[in-house]
T-cell receptor
Framework: AQRVTQPEKLLSVFKGAPVELKCNYSYSGSPELFWYVQYSRQRLQLLLRHISRESIKGFTADLNKGETSFHLKKPFAQEEDSAMYYCALLTGANNLFFGTGTRLTVIP | NAGVTQTPKFRVLKTGQSMTLLCAQDMNHEYMYWYRQDPGMGLRLIHYSVGEGTTAKGEVPDGYNVSRLKKQNFLLGLESAAPSQTSVYFC?????????????FGPGTRLTVT
C-alpha cells in the first residue's frame, strides 16, 4: 500500500534562513510526486511537481528514489512562505494520496 | 472563470439526516474528486470521476454516494449522516486523463454532524 510521510507537523524558521520540508513515500509503482500549498484563507493549490523539475517561488524538490524522499527546499525563507504544505503521491487511477501536511511559519 | 465552486460553505446536520454537497467546475475538466480533511490526517479521497456518467471509489467511500450526471458537476451525498462524517470536504478537478496534471481545488465545505 502507498504511504506518504511528512514527519514534521510544525516547522518554524527565521526569515532568510534555509527551509526544508521533509517528505518520504512508500509505493510499489513508479512514483510521481507533488507539493501542494495552502496559504491562509486560500484554497489548496499546486506548488510544484517532480516531473517538471521546476523552481516555483524559490522552492525546489528533488525525487530521491534511493531514499524514497521528495523533500521541499528553499535557500532563503520569506514571510509569505508561511502556509500549510502537503506532499502528495500520484497512485494508480490518477488519484492523489496526500501526506498529513507541515505547517511552516517564517518568523520575521 | 469561477474555477471550482462548492455549495454550501457550511452545514450542520443532525445524526441520520441526509444532504448533498455540490461541486461545479467551469474549466471543462474530465476528472473530478471529493476529499475529506480531518485534523492530523491530511486529505483522503472519498470518490472520484473520470468523466460524465462515471464514478469510482476512493480510499474512504463508505457512507457516501456520488453522481456525475453532467460533466461540470460532481455531487456528494450523505444518506444518513453520522458524527464520524464531521469534516471539511474538498472538491477538485483536473483536465488531463494522464492524471499528471494539476488538481484544482474548491474552497471547501465545513460539515458538522451532531
Amino acid at each position: 500500500a502507498q504511504r506518504v510521510t511528512q514527519p514534521e507537523k510544525l516547522l518554524s524558521v527565521f526569515k532568510g534562513a534555509p527551509v526544508e520540508l521533509k517528505c518520504n513515500y512508500s509505493y510499489s509503482g513508479s512514483p510521481e510526486l507533488f507539493w501542494y500549498v495552502q496559504y491562509s484563507r486560500q484554497r489548496l493549490q499546486l506548488l510544484l511537481r517532480h516531473i517538471s523539475r521546476e523552481s516555483i517561488k524559490g522552492f525546489t524538490a528533488d525525487l530521491n528514489k534511493g531514499e524514497t524522499s521528495f523533500h521541499l527546499k528553499k535557500p532563503f525563507a520569506q514571510e509569505e512562505d508561511s502556509a500549510m504544505y502537503y506532499c502528495a503521491l500520484l497512485t494508480g487511477a490518477n488519484n492523489l494520496f496526500f501526506g498529513t501536511g507541515t505547517r511552516l511559519t517564517v518568523i520575521p | 472563470n469561477a474555477g471550482v465552486t462548492q455549495t454550501p460553505k457550511f452545514r450542520v446536520l443532525k445524526t441520520g439526516q441526509s444532504m448533498t454537497l455540490l461541486c461545479a467546475q467551469d474549466m471543462n475538466h474530465e476528472y473530478m474528486y471529493w476529499y475529506r480533511q480531518d485534523p492530523g490526517m491530511g486529505l483522503r479521497l472519498i470518490h472520484y470521476s473520470v468523466g460524465e456518467g462515471t464514478t469510482a471509489k476512493g480510499e474512504v467511500p463508505d457512507g457516501y454516494n456520488v453522481s456525475r450526471l453532467k460533466k461540470q458537476n460532481f455531487l456528494l451525498g450523505l444518506e444518513s449522516a453520522a458524527p464520524s462524517q464531521t469534516s471539511v470536504y474538498f472538491c477538485a478537478s483536473s483536465y488531463s486523463t494522464t492524471g499528471v496534471d494539476e488538481q484544482y481545488f474548491g474552497p471547501g465545505t465545513r460539515l458538522t454532524v451532531t
